[in-house]
């Protein structure tokens, strides 16, 4: 059985560059779509967070307009009730990735706050890459890839082929001039090479063993890529 680890946000909260907080989380398609793909094909997930914490999800991925209407918002408001990994996270200071086959990381803006910063969530990123175990990341979620860095400082990622959400999106979302940074920006001045697609449309980017996606709509396709890495 394949064992996948999924690295999620314990923020709900994202600071503004006006010193204000904005409600936040994870971002309930970027989570349970994969989820749901993985489960389908057998393999086994554990969701880690900053402390153990409970993820908690951003309530406006549950919105009907940001889900795509009232019975797809239910729907997702559903599987996460039923997705328990969700409920009994571990911390990502306990995990040994030895014991995991693979590492997904979904976006919103919760990884903004702490996964970009978080040491052990960035040891974690690190080590997968360095010993070849599929990487998949979505949306806001590659800000969890600037905290993978080495000794010299240097990120681990850099050269790699990424995309996630771009600033032409953040603007569209009315975040580019509220945000302290702009993931598309601070990704580059990392040495890893964004590369950007039409905003909101899926888009994916692959290379060697790193898996990324665009934006929520970049999800499904994401899981699938993975799974191929997977066998």
């Known amino acids: 059985m394949v064992k996948i680890l999924f690295v999620v946000t314990g923020s709900d909260r994202w600071t503004l560059a006006d010193g204000t907080a904005h409600r936040t989380g994870f971002w ?9 793909k993985f489960r389908s094909a057998g393999h086994e997930i554990t969701v880690a967070t900053p402390g153990g914490v409970a993820p908690p999800v951003d309530p406006a991925s549950l919105a009907p307009d940001a889900a795509g209407g009232p019975e797809a918002a239910a729907k997702l408001e559903k599987a996460l009730g039923e997705a328990a990994e969700f409920r ?16 997904y990381v979904p976006g919103g803006h919760g990884p903004m ?3 970009a910063v978080d040491a052990d969530s960035g040891r974690i990123l690190a080590q997968a890459l360095q010993r070849g175990l599929p990487v998949g990341v979505v949306c806001h979620g590659p800000a969890a890839l600037l905290a993978a860095v080495g000794p010299d400082g240097a990120n681990a ?15 569209l979302a009315g975040f580019a001039e509220k945000a302290r940074w702009l993931l598309q920006d601070r990704l580059t001045e990392a040495g890893l090479k964004v ?3 039409e905003p909101w449309a899926p888009h994916v980017e692959v290379d060697r063993n790193v898996v990324t996606g665009q934006n929520p709509a970049s999800s ?7 799974l191929k890495l997977l066998g």
């Open 88 to 103: 009994a996270p571990v911390a990502l200071a306990d995990v040994r990735l030895d014991e995991y086959d693979a590492v």
């Open 195 to 197: 590369e950007v697609g």
């Open 220 to 226: 499904a396709p994401v899981a699938a890529e993975l």
């Open 157 to 171: 990622y850099a050269g790699y082929r990424i995309t996630g959400f771009t600033n032409a999106e953040e603007r």
């Open 28 to 36: 309930a398609e970027e989570a349970l779509v994969p989820y749901e």
């Open 113 to 115: 706050e702490d996964l």
